[in-house]
């Protein structure tokens, strides 16, 4: 499979993945969950930079940003506690610091745990238990809680992410 083919597979694998592990965390069908990914364009316009955000192509290649939404609706009449919505950082991309809306907390191994940062882990260096701080590069998933959804609202959570 060429890197495009590869890179094209990755964005359609990506999207139903992130989908279905937002949909696990939709209460009885009451939310309403869309995911959309964006191209990020920047462009010089009268000696001013502003960014674009285009329409997630088939391909994408290195050093591309991609923005995702998660748009999370409350469909019913009552109010949903304790959302949970994760998004995920493909393999082949990074994550951009500080790009993430509304102060998700972060995995670094795969989702199994959330912290906010700065997140420490241990290694073992020279025999000795040595504690580090992820950088943003390690980070696997990202993790908001929404105390509560009212009726009728509507949130979107946002993020960036580098193709390697």
Do not use: C
């Not at 999207?15 to 279905?20: C, E, G, S, V």
């Not at 209460?27 to 191209?39: D, P, R």
């Not at 391909?59 to 919505?85: A, G, R």
């Not at 980070?139 to 509560?148: D, E, F, G, I, M």
């Amino acid at each position: 499979m060429g890197k495009g083919k590869v890179l094209r597979f990755f964005k359609y694998v990506f999207l139903l993945f992130l989908l279905i592990s937002i949909i696990s965390y939709a209460q009885s069908n009451k939310l309403s969950i869309k995911v959309e990914g964006f191209l990020v364009r920047i462009i010089k316009e009268n000696n001013k930079t502003k960014e674009i955000l285009k329409p997630l192509p088939k391909e994408v290649f290195p050093n591309n940003i991609i923005e995702y939404h998660i748009i999370v609706e409350n469909t019913s009449n009552e109010n949903i506690k304790n959302v949970k919505i994760i998004g995920k950082i493909p393999k082949g991309t990074l994550y951009i610091e500080n790009s993430a809306t509304d102060s998700p907390q972060f995995s670094i191994d795969g989702g199994k745990t959330f912290h906010r940062p700065p997140i420490k882990y241990t290694v073992i260096e020279n025999g000795k238990k040595v504690e580090k701080i992820a950088t943003s590069d390690m980070y696997t998933n990202l993790l908001w809680t929404v105390k509560q959804v009212q009726p009728k609202e509507k949130i979107i959570f946002k993020y960036r992410v580098n193709v390697k």
